[in-house]
């Protein structure tokens, strides 16, 4: 089953998915857009339904060109085997369009709050604040021996990891 087209939108435009010749949007790269989105009174969902080439014709910025944006939008196929692979593996995926995406991120950064977040365990824990712990795939034994023992003292205070 595929995304709500809001959330296809987000996908398509700001996650990398596989190869291919445009760069996803950056989180400030998307705020301008959907600022401009807005301003405009162009629902994102009708990027994915409709002709997205003429909807963005008015579209105009230094870094992100309109050829861009619907070469992005033109990656149906890859989001759609990612959105399955991710189901399958257990991951949810939650936009800033859905009900459930914590509010505490869209009134603090407004449109810079990220498009689209991962996760795995009870999205409802979104909203009630926690740690996140990132870093790069590639990284050695102490660096994640020292994430993990992190973790686990957060858990073990009580908030969510």
Do not use: C
């Amino acid at each position: 089953m595929k995304p709500p087209p809001r959330v296809q939108a987000a996908i398509l435009l700001t996650v990398p998915l596989g190869r291919s010749n445009s760069k996803p949007l950056s989180v400030g790269e998307w705020a301008r857009f959907a600022a401009w989105l807005d301003h405009h009174e162009i629902e994102p969902s009708r990027l994915v339904t409709e002709d997205a080439r003429s909807l963005v014709s008015g579209w105009t910025d230094r870094e992100v060109s309109r050829e861009r944006i619907v070469e992005l939008l033109g990656r149906g196929g890859a989001a759609w085997a990612a959105w399955e692979s991710w189901s399958r593996a257990g991951i949810w995926v939650v936009s800033r369009f859905d009900a459930d995406y914590p509010d505490r991120l869209k009134r603090r950064l407004k449109f810079h709050s990220p498009p689209v977040l991962f996760g795995i365990g009870d999205r409802k824990l979104l909203d009630q604040g926690g740690v996140a712990v990132v870093g790069p795939r590639d990284t050695g034994d102490e660096d994640l021996k020292y994430s993990s023992d992190f973790g686990a003292a957060v858990a073990g205070s009580g908030m969510t990891v």
